[in-house]
């Protein structure tokens, strides 16, 4: 029994040495213009508004709407959120990098409603 706990621990043992390797960062390039009526309003329904919307939004930041959105994006920290590993947007992790790209795009475009 011993012996079959040993294994089992080296086993844990190398493989988490193995996954310890330094992580990749998905790039993603984006070569369509992003608008918030076809691309990032879904993204922010789908991700955001369960807990950003109505009346009593979280931390007060309500995400319901175009101008909402573009001001949290462009005057508040919602690309530092949605981009921090320490603190994610949504708090159950990050979104993939598609979607955060999208959203990067859509400031970069110019904030493009439709």
Not at 35 to 51: A, H, P, Y
Not at 83 to 94: A, D, H, K, R
Request: hydrophobic share 40%; glycine share 6%.
């Amino acid at each position: 029994m011993k012996k079959i706990n040993l294994i089992i621990l080296t086993a844990f043992i190398a493989f988490s040495i193995s996954s310890c390797s330094t992580a990749t960062i998905e790039e993603v390039v984006i070569t369509e213009i992003i608008t918030f009526d076809d691309d990032v309003s879904v993204i922010i329904s789908n991700n955001c508004l369960s807990c950003h919307s109505g009346t009593f939004a979280s931390a007060g930041l309500n995400l319901d709407g175009y101008s909402n959105v573009r001001n949290a994006t462009e005057n508040g920290n919602l690309l530092t959120r949605i981009n921090s590993v320490s603190n994610p947007m949504p708090q159950g992790g990050q979104m993939p990098p598609a979607l955060i790209a999208t959203i990067e795009q859509w400031a970069i475009d110019g904030y493009i409603e439709n």
